[in-house]
């Protein structure tokens, strides 16, 4: 990538200089891209020609593009983008109906890439099987949000990092990108919308506490015990459970905001009624939501998801130990390889990780 333009969204609209043009200009440029989701040059219809030529010389806008896209039975739609380097992510565009006072609403959650590939190899996860490439700088990763929101021709109501890669590895990335997010000259998308999710960096868990939008957090543990949460995420030989849960107390403490639990429930690993009583006592301890996921099979794994009882007994048995507040999220594109990594996977064996660099 060093022989590429710069990327202009991997600088915040505040530090768009764009070679000494007047204020109103880069304004102009903002509006285009934030407000209008426009990010040719030659689309900025209210610019110069001279000037769009010249910025188009200096700059890229377009941090990827399309390469495919699945649309599910549910209406979820799954993305797969090739970055300027030839690099393929993937982000997931998942549609809910939510319900407030007798009003039913649609809302769109995109679940947003921040790695090519993935280091940490979690033994349910189709990310980590190629390996970690690279991470994603800041503007791959508010440019998924802007791509996504354009082919959705609508807002983008929430936005989940629990796509490839693990958000907290690449916090020098992301933390600029929050603020891209965050801020009113950005997406304008508020922080309680926002959800991070971590494999279990205790130091970066402990880093993010310090980072001042109130951003959600949630804990991928898979597992009550060491012993069991090994088999699932060898992170856990680094950062054992109780490691993980004190420093999880620690951001609690100093965000007074409720986690997230994530456990994905695997038949015959993590989904013995024991391991539903260790979670519900973990979750009593941080007073945490838990987030029960059903496994979506990954093509290559040999795991599989548990019958709908087992399924439905583990809910009851975390419930019956006074879990702070339970769901069961059944999984959406569950059609369309929508597991992280499944798509780009696939299309990597089919050679499309060859297709030629950006002209």
């Known amino acids: 990538m060093n022989n590429m333009r710069p990327l202009l969204l991997d600088l915040p609209p505040e ?61 979820t739609r799954k993305f797969l983008w090739r970055l300027r380097d030839g690099q ?137 015990d060491d012993q069991t949460r090994e088999k699932i995420m060898p992170i856990n030989r680094t950062y054992p459970v109780e490691r993980l849960l004190e420093a999880c107390e620690r951001f609690v403490e100093e965000r007074k905001k409720m986690i997230t639990l994530e456990y994905i429930l695997i038949e015959g690993i993590n989904d013995d009624l024991s391991q539903a009583e260790l979670l519900a006592r973990h979750a009593r301890r941080l007073n945490a939501k838990v987030n029960l996921i059903p496994y979506n099979q990954v093509d290559g794994l040999d795991w599989k998801r548990p019958e709908t009882s087992r399924i439905l007994a583990f809910r009851k048995e975390v419930e019956r130990g006074k879990a702070p507040r339970v769901t069961l999220r059944m999984e959406k594109g569950h059609d369309i390889d929508a597991a992280c990594g499944q798509l780009r996977l696939k299309d990597i064996q089919a050679g499309l990780e060859k297709i030629p660099e950006y002209p």
Not at 22 to 31: F, H, I, K, L, S
Not at 111 to 129: D, E, I, K, N, Y
């Open 88 to 224: 393929l992510i993937e982000s997931v565009l998942i549609p809910a109906t939510e319900g407030t006072k007798g009003v039913r609403a649609s809302r769109l959650t995109l679940c947003v890439s921040t790695q090519v590939g993935c280091a940490l190899g979690c033994r349910f996860c189709a990310s980590g099987l190629d390996g970690l490439k690279r991470n994603l700088s800041t503007g791959e990763i508010v440019g998924q949000i802007l791509l996504a929101r354009m082919e959705a021709g609508r807002r983008i109501d929430n936005l989940v990092f629990m796509g490839m890669g693990e958000p907290l590895a690449n916090l020098r990335a992301l933390l600029p990108a929050l603020d891209q997010i965050l801020s009113p000259k950005g997406l304008g998308i508020g922080a309680r919308h926002i959800t991070l999710s971590t494999s279990g960096l205790v130091p970066k868990i402990l880093e993010l506490a310090k980072y001042p939008a109130q951003v959600r957090l949630a804990i991928s543990l898979h597992g009550g």
């Open 15 to 75: 530090e768009w200089k764009l070679g000494g043009v007047p204020g109103y200009r880069a304004e102009q440029v903002r509006n285009w891209i934030f407000e209008k989701g426009v990010l040719e040059w030659k689309g900025m219809s209210n610019l110069p020609a001279p000037l769009r030529g010249d910025l188009a010389e200096q700059w890229d806008a377009v941090p990827m593009q399309k390469v495919k896209a699945q649309g599910s039975t549910d209406t």
